[in-house]
């Protein structure tokens, strides 16, 4: 959905409340609790895979799965990085669908467009809680540029995984290079 949309939903969810916000062309539906953790409008994002118990995967699944697809099949991956940066600033993943869906991955966790609107709901769920609302103020803004940022690194291939995975599990920033794109090419600046 648009992040309008997203945005007033999610703020809408009264606690507890537990909705299913996305189901893949896979059968793989994206769901959405209410938690009031960190921000009055928290949530958890949650997967179920067919056949499979729900669970409540992290940005290190998100951001190991952008790397999976990178690194086996960098051309494909190359337009999914794009669509990312489209939901970034907005766009609805699902109008990219269609474009996003004709993408294939020799390895991968997740369909893209799985990747999509989980990315989607992680840039708002930090927008709540390290925005205005929330417990903790961003360095970002918006602060959903923190996970852009990491997104961002993965696509640039400038290091391991390793080392933007430890940057990620610390709550370290990723190199200022991949803070803001506009009018930078990111995949071409020295670390």
């Not at 951001?63 to 940066?85: G, I, M, N, T, W």
């Not at 602060?143 to 709550?171: C, H, Q, Y």
Request: aromatic share 10%; charged share 25%.
């Amino acid at each position: 959905m648009d992040i309008v949309k997203a945005n007033s939903m999610l703020r809408s969810l009264k606690p507890s409340e537990r909705r299913v916000i996305y189901t893949s062309p896979n059968g793989v539906q994206i769901t959405v609790t209410q938690t009031g953790k960190f921000s009055p409008h928290d949530f958890a994002v949650g997967l179920i895979i067919p056949n499979k118990t729900e669970f409540y995967p992290t940005h290190v699944r998100l951001l190991f799965d952008y790397y999976l697809k990178k690194v086996s099949e960098p051309q494909q991956a190359q337009k999914l990085f794009e669509a990312a940066e489209s939901v970034y600033r907005g766009d609805n993943p699902e109008k990219l669908a269609p474009d996003v869906n004709t993408l294939t991955f020799p390895m991968q966790l997740d369909e893209a467009i799985v990747n999509l609107v989980y990315t989607q709901l992680l840039m708002i769920e930090q927008d709540f809680n390290f925005g205005p609302e929330g417990n903790k103020k961003s360095k970002y803004e918006p602060p959903r540029g923190f996970l852009m940022s990491f997104i961002r690194w993965i696509a640039s291939g400038k290091n391991e995984i390793d080392k933007i995975i430890t940057a990620a599990v610390r709550n370290y920033p990723p190199p200022v290079c991949f803070k803001d794109p506009q009018g930078r090419n990111y995949l071409n600046e020295k670390l």
